[in-house]
């Protein structure tokens, strides 16, 4: 724009840090698809409620087909979480909407500590009736990849799943870097503090209240 000389120059150094940064984004991206594989997932079992009925599923009972990548998000929600958290039922929001370009590529699943009517409850409330939803009270699933500590309290995380040789292998796991109130790293997953991030004011210290 003519006359505005200092913002255009400002705006093109700072257009080569963004370039920079989508391609560290794709430098870490490309050594997430490397990581050789995690441990057997076999022993994790979930509650998921069905037409009003509560049944047991394995985690490979969560694949729709031997080909596909499981992405299971950790909801806090369960044990010392008494109350859904604010932040994941936001991304929820996001991902209801989504779930049918999701499914193009990937089986989502979303797992609570709480127990599965309270969960199935919860989202039928918040009208999240396109992702599908499972608790992992029935096991260590959320302990031992780091969605909970050993006394319940729960913590934001998400775990990817491939079926190899028709055990379920884990590829990934990732959790929040947490610095002061704010909580880093898997807020990629939310577009929302993205878009506060191009205003002058940023995202400061909001946080979503429901």
Known sequence: MNG??????????????????????ERVAAMRRALPLGP???DFEFDEV????????????????PERPLV??????GKKQTTACPMCSMWMDGWNAVADHLA?????????????????????????????LVSAAPSTFKLDIGGEDAE???????SVWELVDGE?????????????????????????????????????DWMPSR
Do not use: C
């Not at 193009?104 to 599908?132: I, M, P, Q, Y």
């Not at 319940?152 to 998400?158: R, V």
């Open 72 to 77: 299971v998000y950790h909801f806090m929600y």
């Open 104 to 132: 193009e590529n990937v089986d989502f699943v979303v797992a609570a500590s709480a127990d599965a009517a309270e969960w199935a409850t919860l989202a039928s409330d918040r009208g999240w009736d396109k992702v599908r």
């Open 4 to 25: 505005h000389s200092d913002h255009d120059a400002a705006r093109d150094e700072l257009r080569a840090a963004e370039l920079e940064l989508m391609l560290q984004r």
């Open 50 to 65: 069905v037409d009003g009925e509560t049944r047991r599923v394995a985690l490979r009972d969560l694949f729709t087909s």
């Open 152 to 158: 319940g309290y729960q913590e934001p995380a998400i």
């Open 168 to 204: 379920p292998r884990l590829t990934y796991s990732g959790g929040a870097h947490i610095d002061g109130d704010h909580w880093r790293g898997i807020d990629l997953l939310s577009p929302v503090w993205h878009m506060l991030d191009l205003t002058r004011a940023g995202r400061g």
């Open 40 to 42: 057997n997932g076999s």
